[in-house]
């Protein structure tokens, strides 16, 4: 392709190729803190449907190794966005080595919190203000279980952000570098932030899992312990590659729910989801 | 008169949870989760052939069941059958 960059998130490593300049140049300038991969596990293609498109109209497709047949193209001013969907779709569909769990995490003393729930349940704003307060971020979209060890592999990609929570982030992390702001996507108003160094520089520093929260905003303050076997059918519902990975994900998975305490935290704003967070965390020592 | 046992012990990995037990099986790759009487069932079923009126008398002493239903007992050998993890012998 005509531009090119590699870039490795945790233990996976990226190419990304383009039909215009723009988006790898972007993708360069977000990513420049993070290391290149010696030989990427996946690609990600970003072509026009036809030649003149390139100019005319721009719209990107997104290829690669995997691919969803019949997925929209994008304008090129979201060209950023068609980086990250293509990069997380290789993630989705292709990745072998660990039990990937859309969950964000964070870790603290080697311990990793894990979160997950729906997309707006606010697993990526909670675990980006978390990065705020002195928590490692492990990732805002995927953590990656190792079936060998158990333990939670980060994949601290940029942190995408969306709509209301955009201008929370830009207030806990005044000091955040910033991607563009990526308006009328399909989800909405979109900008990501660069995690921020300490996240990138351990990002090959795995933590042992401790406790998994299904938080869910906008509903007043609530709490219940999750049992075990509901964490487990969430989980094979929140994980893209649980059936690919077959007898050694039904291992990872069960060993994990078993392990670690589970609660579903219902909130009606950020400081109250921060407040029963670190209770919570701090009740397991 | 059927003849009921569960897939070989090799093939199934059982792992009680809470109220709940997980079955992967591995000739399919699918994971069950199952509720109570069915790992009592594949328990009374392992190693050995059993009627459906025996495995309810089994399941009955093994767990002081005070009413067996026999039809709810032979709605759940079908499904259990149908997905592999008893064979109809």
């Given at each position: 392709?005509?531009?090119?960059?590699?870039?490795?998130?945790?233990?996976?490593?990226?190419?990304?190729?383009?039909?215009?300049?723009?988006?790898?140049?972007?993708?360069n300038?977000?990513?420049?803190?993070?290391p290149?991969?010696?030989?990427p596990?996946?690609?990600?293609?970003?072509?026009?449907?036809?030649?003149?498109?390139?100019?005319?109209?721009?719209?990107?497709?997104?290829a690669g190794?995997?691919?969803?047949?019949?997925?929209?193209?994008?304008?090129?001013?979201?060209?950023?966005?068609?980086?990250?969907?293509?990069?997380?779709?290789?993630?989705?569909?292709?990745?072998?080595?660990?039990?990937?769990?859309?969950?964000?995490?964070?870790?603290?003393?080697?311990?990793a919190?894990?979160?997950?729930?729906?997309?707006?349940a606010?697993?990526?704003?909670?675990a980006?203000l978390?990065?705020?307060?002195?928590?490692?971020?492990?990732?805002?979209?995927?953590?990656?279980?190792?079936?060998?060890t158990?333990?939670?592999?980060?994949?601290?990609?940029?942190?995408?952000l969306?709509?209301?929570?955009?201008?929370?982030?830009?207030?806990?992390?005044?000091?955040?570098?910033?991607?563009?702001?990526?308006?009328?996507?399909?989800?909405?108003?979109?900008?990501?932030?660069?995690?921020?160094?300490r996240?990138?520089?351990?990002?090959?520093?795995?933590?042992?899992?401790?406790?998994?929260?299904f938080?869910?905003?906008?509903?007043?303050?609530?709490?219940?312990?999750?049992?075990?076997?509901?964490?487990?059918?969430?989980?094979?519902q929140?994980?893209?590659?649980?059936?690919?990975?077959?007898?050694?994900?039904?291992?990872?998975?069960?060993?994990?729910?078993?392990?670690?305490?589970a609660?579903?935290?219902?909130?009606?704003d950020?400081?109250?989801?921060?407040?029963?967070?670190?209770?919570?965390?701090?009740?397991l020592? | 008169?059927?003849?009921?046992?569960?897939?070989?012990?090799?093939?199934?990995?059982?792992?009680?949870?809470?109220?709940l037990?997980?079955?992967?099986?591995?000739?399919?790759?699918?994971?069950?989760?199952?509720?109570?009487?069915?790992?009592?069932?594949?328990?009374?079923?392992?190693?050995?052939?059993?009627?459906?009126?025996?495995?309810?008398?089994?399941?009955?002493?093994?767990?002081?069941?005070?009413?067996p239903?026999?039809?709810?007992?032979?709605?759940?050998?079908g499904?259990?059958?149908?997905?592999?993890?008893?064979?109809?012998?």
């Amino acid at each position: 392709m005509r531009h090119s960059t590699m870039l490795r998130i945790g233990p996976v490593g990226f190419r990304v190729g383009s039909d215009w300049r723009a988006p790898v140049a972007t993708l360069n300038e977000l990513y420049r803190d993070y290391p290149q991969p010696d030989i990427p596990d996946f690609n990600v293609r970003l072509f026009a449907a036809r030649p003149w498109r390139r100019w005319v109209r721009p719209s990107v497709h997104i290829a690669g190794d995997f691919v969803l047949p019949e997925s929209a193209p994008l304008p090129l001013a979201q060209g950023l966005l068609a980086a990250e969907m293509g990069m997380n779709l290789q993630m989705a569909l292709g990745q072998r080595r660990y039990l990937l769990l859309h969950a964000s995490g964070v870790e603290r003393d080697g311990k990793a919190l894990l979160m997950t729930g729906e997309s707006g349940a606010g697993k990526s704003t909670l675990a980006a203000l978390l990065m705020t307060r002195g928590w490692r971020l492990l990732g805002d979209e995927f953590v990656l279980i190792d079936p060998a060890t158990g333990m939670a592999h980060g994949f601290p990609r940029l942190i995408s952000l969306k709509n209301e929570a955009i201008a929370v982030m830009a207030r806990a992390a005044p000091e955040g570098r910033w991607g563009p702001m990526l308006t009328d996507t399909p989800k909405g108003t979109i900008r990501h932030l660069v995690p921020d160094a300490r996240a990138i520089a351990a990002m090959d520093r795995p933590a042992r899992p401790a406790l998994l929260l299904f938080p869910n905003f906008g509903f007043d303050a609530a709490e219940r312990t999750v049992p075990a076997s509901e964490c487990f059918v969430r989980l094979t519902q929140a994980s893209t590659n649980y059936v690919a990975l077959a007898e050694p994900g039904f291992d990872a998975l069960a060993t994990l729910v078993r392990s670690i305490p589970a609660r579903a935290i219902d909130y009606p704003d950020t400081t109250s989801a921060l407040a029963s967070v670190e209770r919570l965390w701090d009740a397991l020592a | 008169m059927h003849r009921y046992r569960a897939a070989p012990a090799a093939t199934l990995r059982i792992e009680p949870l809470d109220s709940l037990t997980l079955i992967y099986h591995r000739t399919s790759g699918i994971t069950h989760v199952v509720d109570s009487p069915v790992p009592e069932l594949i328990a009374a079923l392992d190693n050995q052939t059993l009627t459906l009126d025996e495995a309810l008398a089994a399941l009955a002493a093994a767990h002081d069941l005070i009413d067996p239903d026999r039809a709810a007992l032979a709605a759940r050998l079908g499904e259990l059958t149908q997905a592999g993890l008893v064979e109809q012998v």
